[in-house]
Every structure is written in structure tokens, then in C-alpha cells.
């Protein structure tokens, strides 16, 4: 008797750690994060890789963004994000986010400190643009 309720005040314990180390996606979101690569809308010759330190940058703090390009401020305001189940160019999106109540929805992929934008599909002229946090 004394070890199932050993084991039960165990899996007690392990669940609630367990639930409370998953974050909301404005957590996961949060901070600063650095374009790396870049797919659709290729130019010849042109490398859609970008090094660390390249200054395009997307920042989130709660419901507010900023949109950096070369290091420069180009864009900032509100966005709000909605739970999505959709694949795009044969990769899963798990949210969709909407930039200053614009109509046009942008997927995104949330996943292990990597974010990827997916804005319309890469065979009708889309772009993919995958971000590392900071």
C-alpha cells in the first residue's frame, strides 16, 4: 500500500511539473529573433542563407512587434496569433499570426528556438523565412 501511494504522489508531482513547464506561444514567442535563411523569390547567384549579426530582426514583447531590416527600424505594432493545424510547402504550421489588424494571415512554425514565417506558398511566388532566436 505504502508504494502505490509513493507512486501516486510521484506521478502527482512529475504531471504538475510537466504542465507547468510548457509556455503559452506569446512566451515561446517573446524576445528577439534573427532571419537565417530565406526560400521563394530567389535571385540568381544570391545566397538565401544570413549570418549571425545581420540585422534583420523580428522583436515580440506581449501583443507588440518591431520589424527590423539591416539593423534599421522599418516596422512596429500589434499583432495577434490564432492556433492553426495547416501544412505549407510540406511543412506544418501551428499558428497563424496577423501583423496591425491586416487581413492577410501569415503561418508560422514555433518550434525549438526556431521560428519560420510562411507568407503565401513558395510555387506561387510565397517566401519561407526562417528566424533564430537571440
Given at each position: 500500500?505504502?508504494?502505490?501511494?509513493?507512486?501516486?504522489?510521484?506521478?502527482?508531482?512529475?504531471?504538475?511539473?510537466?504542465?507547468?513547464?510548457?509556455?503559452?506561444?506569446?512566451?515561446?514567442?517573446n524576445?528577439?529573433?534573427?532571419?537565417?535563411?530565406?526560400?521563394g523569390?530567389?535571385?540568381?547567384?544570391?545566397?538565401?542563407?544570413?549570418?549571425?549579426?545581420?540585422?534583420?530582426?523580428?522583436?515580440?514583447?506581449?501583443q507588440?512587434?518591431?520589424?527590423?531590416?539591416?539593423?534599421?527600424?522599418?516596422?512596429?505594432?500589434?499583432?495577434?496569433i490564432?492556433p492553426?493545424?495547416?501544412t505549407?510547402?510540406n511543412?506544418k504550421a501551428?499558428?497563424?499570426?496577423t501583423f496591425?489588424?491586416n487581413?492577410?494571415?501569415?503561418?508560422?512554425?514555433?518550434?525549438?528556438n526556431?521560428?519560420i514565417?510562411?507568407?503565401?506558398?513558395?510555387?506561387?511566388?510565397?517566401t519561407?523565412?526562417?528566424?533564430?532566436?537571440q
Amino acid at each position: 500500500m505504502k508504494n502505490i501511494l509513493n507512486l501516486a504522489a510521484t506521478l502527482v508531482v512529475l504531471l504538475t511539473i510537466m504542465s507547468c513547464e510548457k509556455k503559452s506561444v506569446l512566451e515561446e514567442l517573446n524576445g528577439s529573433w534573427e532571419l537565417r535563411h530565406i526560400e521563394g523569390i530567389q535571385v540568381a547567384n544570391v545566397d538565401p542563407n544570413f549570418k549571425p549579426g545581420n540585422g534583420n530582426l523580428l522583436k515580440f514583447e506581449g501583443q507588440k512587434y518591431e520589424r527590423y531590416y539591416d539593423g534599421k527600424k522599418e516596422e512596429s505594432g500589434t499583432f495577434t496569433i490564432t492556433p492553426e493545424d495547416t501544412t505549407i510547402n510540406n511543412r506544418k504550421a501551428n499558428y497563424s499570426i496577423t501583423f496591425n489588424n491586416n487581413t492577410e494571415k501569415t503561418y508560422l512554425s514555433l518550434l525549438n528556438n526556431k521560428l519560420i514565417l510562411f507568407n503565401g506558398v513558395i510555387a506561387a511566388d510565397g517566401t519561407e523565412s526562417t528566424y533564430e532566436k537571440q
